[in-house]
T-cell receptor, first 111, second 114 residues
Framework: QKEVEQDPGPLSVPEGAIVSLNCTYS??????FMWYRQYSRKGPELLMY????GNKEDGRFTAQVDKSSKYISLFIRDSQPSDSATYLC???????????FGQGTRLTINP | DAGVTQSPTHLIKTRGQQVTLRCSPI?????VSWYQQVLGQGPQFIFQ???????GRGNFPDRFSARQFPNYSSELNVNALLLGDSALYLC?????????????FGDGTRLSIL
């Protein structure tokens, strides 16, 4: 079993839709949760960084963490064609530097 | 301010050769980590360096090595290249070591092994 599971998609939605991206993890020692966006031929770009359970909002993006269920989500409101990219969840153990990534979900927003 | 910069952007090598990849962290960042990203997968952790010392190592063979210089830049070396080493090699920097430090990535070096 992988430490972090993420549906690779692809996921295709119309412009303006609400997008929900999800990851599950197996190790309860994971304490820090991140979402990265990666455009083709580019490096991952940090979108959201959270520690505690609950919601964190930044513009059109909301990150949600449920530690009891070992489940994290990223919601994108009013999706735009420029949001088309691969979205990676990354999780980290307290005190460690290593990020453990999901496989990434390839998202396409259709105009 | 400049982000994490990596060079070269693309490299083609043959099996058995050796390669050196370079990374300059964001100004003021003292920790550098290296990741390997195979097509269609998430990045896999290779090394972390902080204050010129290795602070973490992933599940990679001894053919992979790295170092960090006094200016906090870093090099990743891979010896005896195999076809399976073909991947995007990413460097990430953070202010300090530790789990409460967001990591910011460069655009990577795309390594192709023929």
């Amino acid at each position: 079993q992988k430490e972090v599971e993420q549906d690779p998609g692809p996921l295709s939605v119309p412009e303006g839709a609400i997008v929900s991206l999800n990851c599950t993890y197996s190790n309860s020692a994971f304490q820090y949760f991140m979402w990265y966006r990666q455009y083709s031929r580019k490096g991952p770009e940090l979108l959201m960084y959270t520690y505690s359970s609950g919601n964190k909002e930044d513009g059109r993006f909301t990150a949600q963490v449920d530690k009891s269920s070992k489940y994290i989500s990223l919601f994108i409101r009013d999706s735009q064609p420029s949001d088309s990219a691969t979205y990676l969840c990354a999780i980290q153990i307290q005190g460690a530097q290593k990020l453990v990534f999901g496989q990434g979900t390839r998202l396409t927003i259709n105009p | 301010d400049a982000g994490v910069t990596q060079s070269p952007t693309h490299l083609i090598k043959t099996r058995g050769q050796q390669v050196t990849l370079r990374c300059s962290p964001i100004s003021g960042h003292k920790s550098v980590s290296w990741y390997q990203q195979v097509l269609g997968q998430g990045p896999q952790f290779i090394f972390q360096y902080y204050e010129k010392e290795e602070r973490g190592r992933g599940n990679f063979p001894d053919r992979f090595s790295a170092r960090q210089f006094p200016n906090y830049s870093s090099e990743l070396n891979v010896n005896a290249l195999l076809l399976g080493d073909s991947a995007l090699y990413l460097c990430a920097s953070s202010l300090r070591a530790g789990s409460n430090q967001p990591q910011h990535f460069g655009d990577g070096t795309r390594l192709s092994i023929l």
